[in-house]
């Protein structure tokens, strides 16, 4: 099975960046597409960015776009989030995830492995 610990996230004024880091451990990560959700209060869990496995292939969120890039590390077993131009609306819970596939996913319940969460709030 595959663990994973997000870090990274923060109190950061709007206009602001952070970095968010996923940790992986127990299985080879290299075979695993890897995402990125958030999730506000009273709100579903929302796609932000996946990531092929290679690296190769991307894909964001419209509400991201331009502001926010993934990344990740295969000889280090871990991935990346860059979020720049943060806005008030970008508070959330922050969760990595990752599943076997060759294709990037974007949808929830495609994803076998989920981190614990870091909490992002941008304050206006």
């Known amino acids: 099975q595959v663990q994973l610990v997000e870090s990274g996230g923060g109190l950061v004024q709007a206009g602001g960046s952070l970095r968010l880091s996923c940790a992986t451990s127990?299985?080879?990560?290299?075979?695993?597409?890897m995402g990125w959700f958030r999730q506000a209060p009273g709100k579903e869990r929302e796609f932000v960015a996946a990531?092929?496995?290679?690296?190769?292939?991307?894909s964001y969120a419209d509400s991201v776009k331009g502001r926010f890039t993934i990344s990740r590390d295969n000889a280090k077993n871990t991935g990346n989030l860059q979020m720049n131009s943060l806005k008030p609306e970008d508070t959330a819970v922050y969760y990595c995830?990752?599943?076997?596939?060759?294709?990037?996913?974007?949808?929830?319940?495609?994803?076998?492995?989920w981190g614990q969460g870091t909490q992002v709030t941008v304050s206006s």
């Open positions: 995830a990752a599943t076997r596939s060759l294709r990037v996913k974007t949808i929830p319940n495609e994803y076998s492995y």
């Open positions: 127990g299985r080879t990560f290299t075979t695993y597409a």
């Open positions: 990531i092929s496995v290679d690296g190769g292939s991307t």
